[in-house]
């Protein structure tokens, strides 16, 4: 284990196997930079070797088309993450600190959402939104982001807002009353 | 058609919790015997960089890869062994295998760094231990480390399992089922009857049987790794 120990079979074949796990690992990034800097015939042709010139035109072409993706993107993005934070503040002080009827209950029903994949939820979820008439709109994406990423989110801010010490919480109240 | 794609499914979920499982923990336990301090955290990096790719360009290259017309075709055939190139998405003897490899070798990723956590926080007294009692590499890995990362094998099986039996993104991006239904999977299956053929009573009784085929498997896979996690500690 220390430093000077003899360098057995076993170490060289553990190095063995990182290196390729390695190679492995970042020979399909490689292969997509390189592909991405040649013309669709070089890459028929001559898969693995390296382009001669760089054909820039790949580049163009994506650069000009991605602007609206990502703006979409941006958009859905933003508003769901708006939405989900101001959610998972407000429930997860409530569970954390509130005592209120129902929250054992409340707060078991969210975990028992959190244990189904929303693979499975995909196809009551767009009949939702067709009903609702928001496919093809923003919402449609926007509003399942904020159901789905909030259950995560609460939990988290539930355990933080457990953490603190009470006395913050006290200190803020009197603070109100004087 | 159905038992069909729950077959698929299950070759598929086995290789895949074995595949996140075993990689990755290979990785991290040479790694941590990797004592060069600066050479580890540059693998370690390594490693974590391909996360940064979002994984449907991953899928998306591996299919390229997989193309008839250039890929690992033309690697065969650099290697003269232009007899074994075929057309792998397209074969329905290669497909599920080529959609089990996508990824390979699995290394990247969030399991990666929960082993590589996992490892380093096994105290530092219980290698002590294993040292004074003259123990080698092999026994440190066999005593110490796969016991002390036992709770993260756990994790990373389950959380594999269900991702594999829920996520079809991958099947749908390479062979959509196909060719026929030789690597159809539940949720795709569920995907397409819903936004296909529009039953969506059909595709809804899907999942929830999809939903507690998850549940069951579950909780077998936590029931058995927790026992075998009892007679190694």
């Known amino acids: ?178 | 058609m159905f038992r069909m794609s729950f077959r698929n499914q299950a070759v598929l979920s086995l290789f895949a919790v074995f595949n996140s499982v075993f990689f990755p923990l290979l990785a991290a336990l040479i790694l941590y015997h990797v004592r060069h301090k600066k050479l580890s955290r540059i693998i370690k990096t390594l490693f974590v960089i391909p996360m940064l790719v979002p994984s449907i360009v991953v899928i998306l290259i591996w299919k390229y890869l997989y193309n008839p017309n250039f890929g690992f075709n033309s690697i065969l055939k650099l290697l003269h062994l232009g007899s074994l190139t075929q057309n792998w998405l397209n074969n329905a003897d290669t497909a599920p295998m080529c959609i089990i490899l996508v990824g390979f070798p699995f290394v990247s990723g969030m399991y990666f760094l929960l082993f590589h956590t996992g490892i380093n926080s096994i105290s530092p007294e219980l290698y002590d231990a294993a040292r004074v009692d003259g123990a080698t590499s092999m026994d440190v890995v066999r005593y110490v480390q796969i016991p002390g990362v036992w709770p993260y094998v756990k994790i990373v099986a389950t959380l594999s399992l269900i991702g594999s039996l829920s996520g079809f993104g991958q099947v749908a991006a390479m062979t959509a089922g196909g060719p026929g239904y030789s690597t159809m999977i539940p949720a795709l299956q569920m995907y397409k009857v819903a936004f296909g053929d529009g039953r969506h009573g059909y595709a809804s009784a899907l999942g929830v049987v999809l939903f507690f085929v998850i549940v069951i498997l579950t909780l077998i896979t936590n029931k058995v790794l927790s026992g075998k996690g009892e007679k190694s500690a």
């Open chain 1, 1 to 178: 284990m220390n430093k000077n120990a003899p360098r057995t079979a076993s170490y060289w074949v553990s190095r063995i196997v990182l290196v390729f796990l390695i190679v492995t690992t970042f020979f399909p990034f490689v292969m997509l930079i390189n592909m991405s800097l040649k013309p669709t015939v070089l890459i028929t042709t001559d898969f693995l070797g390296l382009p001669k010139e760089p054909y820039w035109q790949n580049f163009s072409k994506a650069l000009s088309f991605v602007g609206r993706p990502i703006l979409n993107s941006f958009l859905i993005c933003g508003a769901s993450l708006g939405f989900i934070l101001l959610h998972v503040s407000l429930s997860g002080y409530a569970f954390a600190r509130l005592r209120f009827k129902g929250k054992r209950f409340l707060f078991g029903m969210l975990v028992a959402v959190m244990m189904v994949p929303t693979t499975i939820t995909i196809v009551p979820q767009y009949l939702i939104m067709q009903k609702l008439r928001l496919i093809n709109k923003y919402w449609a994406l926007i509003l399942p982001y904020i159901a789905s990423q909030q259950v995560f989110g609460i939990m988290l801010a539930k355990a933080a807002f457990e953490q603190m010490p009470n006395d913050i919480f006290e200190a803020a109240k009197n603070r109100r009353r004087k």
